[in-house]
């Protein structure tokens, strides 16, 4: 199934950041902007490998690009007043990602991951 998220895409102090609203805890960094739209989408597609090995349901895209840009402008101000600063321009870029969640998709485009249970273990001496 094809599913289609908002990433948003920041320029933080010191590297490139994306995330997207729809997939709680769905982030990654990167040099520039080529990497970091590499980045994301494989994270989007990991992240919605481990729901799925957790018996999990993806979450649906609800998140526009006009809320996105909302959503992140609040909570950029919020952050760079704390921090004293100015928010940098562009302070963000936000564009729609299709990405196939189903399984079979998941194992086209980057190989499955090992089911939880089958995580090899290290030990410590």
């Given at each position: 199934m094809r599913r289609t998220y908002a990433v948003i895409y920041e320029n933080g102090p010191n590297n490139l950041s994306a995330y997207v609203p729809d997939l709680p805890g769905c982030v990654t960094?990167?040099?520039?902007?080529?990497e970091i739209r590499t980045n994301i989408k494989e994270a989007i597609t990991f992240h919605i490998d481990l729901l799925l090995q957790h018996g999990e349901s993806i979450p649906e895209?609800?998140?526009?690009?006009?809320?996105?840009?909302?959503?992140?402008g609040e909570n950029l101000l919020d952050y760079y007043e704390?921090?004293?600063?100015?928010?940098?321009?562009?302070?963000?870029?936000?564009?729609?990602?299709d990405v196939d969640s189903s399984p079979d998709g998941i194992q086209r485009e980057y190989g499955h991951l090992l089911p939880v249970t089958q995580v090899p273990?290290?030990?410590?001496v």
């Open positions: 960094v990167g040099a520039s902007l080529e895209p609800r998140t526009s690009i006009q809320e996105a840009l909302d959503l992140h704390k921090l004293g600063e100015t928010v940098p321009e562009p302070p963000a870029i936000v564009e729609l990602m273990r290290t030990s410590t």
